[in-house]
């Protein structure tokens, strides 16, 4: 394995397991380092089959070098599909999300795969790290014919801004069209002045898409070429976002929405699209991101 420091480099960070369904997330990851011109750092997760306390160098030493071999199979499989810089590989005898958070730091986004949609189970990697990771998490499920469209979700909160940025970004790096998503219909989580707009559909729809226009106008300037448009529906976040997803290639949210939680929870509408909707999900965090308007 390489030393440490390496790793410090701007990279795509993936956990690698080796399976068939894990080989649709590299060529995301792939396709991310390319795109981005960043190395690529695959890291695999060890499992230590026994009891915590129990000790065998012998089987440790087998594991170990089992997951060596796997790490270098996927290197050479990444080279393959045309990788453009380094692909480094780290070894970690730890649960994954714990692995991947810690792996994380210099990485410009993590990219894991995942069960179908329906199919996520609360533990499972897909669901944890995006809630605890400080960086965008690419959660990649098998995909239909490209459509060359990135759907974001905006709500007019802090991480729903952040989540614009990187979707148009995406977009522009992609060649394809960006679709700006807000369901107008969540009386819960705005503020209580707010409330009175949900008594006139008029009144709400003008004051969301007057959200919307300021919030899109300065990265319409920054990105001329994407193609952007703007959808606001009065419905509920959810049934919007999941609408719009049947005809997108990657799906961006921001890790909660204008509803106060717990800050090691997703938000009930990222948890959403990560167990029902039909494309790859980005769930994007506001902390460690900046909102890069002008830059």
């Known amino acids: 394995m390489e030393g440490s420091a390496g790793a410090q480099r701007r990279h795509v960070l993936f956990g690698y397991d080796g399976t068939d369904e894990n080989d649709v997330a590299l060529r995301w990851a792939v396709e991310e380092a390319r795109l981005r011109g960043l190395d690529l750092v695959l890291c695999h997760c060890w499992h230590w089959p026994y009891p915590p306390g129990h000790v065998d160098d012998d089987v440790e030493a087998i594991i170990r070098r089992a997951g060596e071999n796997l790490l270098e199979r996927g290197a050479r ?4 599909l045309g990788v453009p810089g380094r692909v480094r590989k780290r070894l970690r005898g730890e649960p994954v999300p714990d692995a991947l958070v810690r792996e994380s730091h210099g990485a410009r986004l993590i990219v894991v795969g995942s069960h179908e949609r329906h199919q996520l189970l609360a533990g499972s990697t897909a669901m ?9 998490t690419v959660v990649v499920r098998r995909s239909a014919v490209p459509q060359g469209l990135v759907v974001v979700g905006v709500d007019g909160s802090p991480g729903g801004e952040v989540a614009l940025g990187f979707a148009i970004e995406e977009a522009a790096l992609r060649g394809g069209a960006l679709e700006v998503v807000c369901g107008a219909w969540e009386p819960g989580a705005v503020a209580e002045e707010e409330l009175v707009l949900f008594s006139d559909d008029a009144r709400l729809t003008r004051h969301r898409t007057a959200m919307l226009e300021r919030s899109v106008r300065p990265w319409r300037e920054r990105y ?12 509920r976040p ?4 999941l609408k719009a997803a ?5 799906l961006v949210v921001g890790d909660r929405g204008t509803g106060g939680l717990d800050p090691l929870l997703l938000g009930a509408t990222s948890s959403a699209m990560l167990h029902h909707a039909p494309c790859t999900v980005a769930i994007v965090p506001l902390s460690g991101q900046a909102v890069r308007r002008d830059a």
Do not use: H, T
């Not at 001329?224 to 419905?235: A, F, G, H, N, Y």
């Not at 049947?246 to 990657?250: G, I, R």
């Open 246 to 250: 049947d005809s997108a290639d990657l």
């Open 77 to 80: 499989r990444a080279r393959a």
């Open 128 to 136: 944890q790290l995006p809630a605890r990771a400080r960086r965008p």
């Open 224 to 235: 001329p070429k994407v193609d952007v448009r703007i959808s606001l529906e009065l419905d």
């Open 238 to 241: 959810r049934e919007v976002l």
